[in-house]
Structure formats: structure tokens, C-alpha cells
């Protein structure tokens, strides 16, 4: 069964205070990771899409990176703005195609 | 370009009453998916459908649940009978063809509240 651990679940910085989440899965046969910010009150907005292991992406503050067993989101001098629920998803092979999700790290980024 | 659109956003109900949710995918967009949504178990997956098709619904908890998508623009997902450990977030998703690699676009969600 595909698993997809988030941590850590709540991450209180200061602004301007660089961090990393993580992602840690257990897939069989991983096509691709996918990183989404969530608003309160909102779906899922897509960020990311990593297929290999020893790629990197980039997007304003946020870089994500991808291993073999693991992704992390590295957040570079966040400003308050950037607070949001954080969510890891995993497309795996086996002819399924909806993506298995991990809970999540809820950022607060304080002014 | 509109996103998938949902509705209604909130729906306060009833136990044992019916329950639709309605869907609009993107545009364009040929596979749709229904993902549940709670604190426990964050968002699962219930079922989906490409060009119109149901290819997978083994995350559709019970029989009470069903879904259909009669064209490629809209789609359903109906409780009967509703129950109080119903109540979550049910977000609708479409993905673009060509590569099933394409990231899901989410809709903003239908809030479901079961008294």
C-alpha cells in the first residue's frame, strides 16, 4: 500500500527564518511527487511536479527536491504570506491514478 | 481561464436525506476525480473517471455513495442516505490529457455538514 508521512505537522517560523518540510513515501513505482499548498477554505493548489530522483524545482521562495524515499520543501526567507497547510501527494505505478496524499504541514510564518 | 468549479460550498443537512454535489471540470480537462477530505484521515481519494468512464471507484466507501458523469463537462456525487460520519470536505479535481503525469486542478471544495 502506498504511504505518504509528512513532517513535521505545524511549523511556527519567523519571518525570513528558512526551513525544509518533508515527504517521506513508500511507493511501488513512483511516475511522480506533487507538492500543493491549501488556503483555509480552499482546494489544493498545484506547486510542484518532480518524476526523478535528483530533481530540484523552484518557484519564488520555495524549492523542492526529490530522492528516492523522500521530497523536501525548502522554504528560503518566508514572508507571512506564505503560511499555509503544505500537502505531499504520490502518483505510483500499478495502474491506479489518483494520487495518495500525506495530512500535511500546517506553516505559520510570523511577521 | 475558470477553474472546476463546485457547488454548492456549504451544505447543512439532515441525517438520511440525499446529498448532490455537483462538479465542473476545467475546460478541456478528460479525467475528474472526487477526493473526501477530513482531519483524521486528510484527503482520500473516492473515485474517478477519464473521458466520462468511472476507472476506479474502490475509494467509494459504501454502497450509499455514487457518482456519474454524464458529459465531459459535469459531474455528481450523491449520499443516500446521508450519515453524520459523512460530514467532510469533498473536493472535485480534473487533470488535462496526454500524460497521466499532469497535475489535478482542485476545485474549492463542498463543505458537508450531517446533523
Known amino acids: 500500500e502506498d504511504q505518504v508521512t509528512q513532517s513535521p505537522e505545524a511549523l511556527r517560523l519567523q519571518e525570513g527564518e528558512s526551513s525544509s518540510l518533508n515527504c517521506s513515501y513508500t511507493v511501488s513505482g513512483l511516475r511522480g511527487l506533487f507538492w500543493y499548498r491549501q488556503d483555509p477554505g480552499k482546494g489544493p493548489e498545484f506547486l510542484f511536479t518532480?518524476?526523478?530522483a535528483g530533481e530540484e524545482k523552484e518557484k519564488e521562495r520555495l524549492k523542492a527536491t526529490l530522492t528516492k524515499k523522500e521530497s523536501f520543501l525548502h522554504i528560503t526567507a518566508p514572508k507571512p504570506e506564505d503560511s499555509a497547510t503544505y500537502l505531499c501527494a504520490v502518483h505510483a505505478g500499478g495502474g491506479a491514478d489518483g494520487l495518495t496524499f500525506g495530512k500535511g504541514t500546517h506553516l505559520i510564518i510570523q511577521p | 481561464d475558470a477553474g472546476v468549479i463546485q457547488s454548492p460550498r456549504h451544505e447543512v443537512t439532515e441525517m438520511g436525506q440525499e446529498v448532490t454535489l455537483r462538479c465542473k471540470p476545467i475546460s478541456g480537462h478528460n479525467s475528474l476525480f472526487w477526493y473526501r477530505q477530513t482531519m483524521m484521515r486528510g484527503l482520500e481519494l473516492l473515485i474517478y473517471?477519464?473521458?466520462?468512464?468511472?476507472?476506479?471507484d474502490s475509494g467509494m466507501p459504501e454502497d450509499r455513495f455514487s457518482a456519474k458523469m454524464p458529459n465531459a463537462s459535469f459531474s455528481t456525487l450523491k449520499i443516500q442516505p446521508s450519515e453524520p460520519r459523512d460530514s467532510a470536505v469533498y473536493f472535485c479535481?480534473?487533470?488535462?490529457?496526454?500524460?497521466?503525469?499532469?497535475?489535478?486542478?482542485f476545485g474549492d471544495g463542498t463543505r458537508l455538514s450531517i446533523l
Open positions: 473517471f477519464n473521458n466520462n468512464v468511472p476507472i476506479d
Open positions: 479535481a480534473s487533470r488535462a490529457g496526454g500524460t497521466n503525469n499532469q497535475p489535478q486542478h
Open positions: 518532480l518524476y526523478s
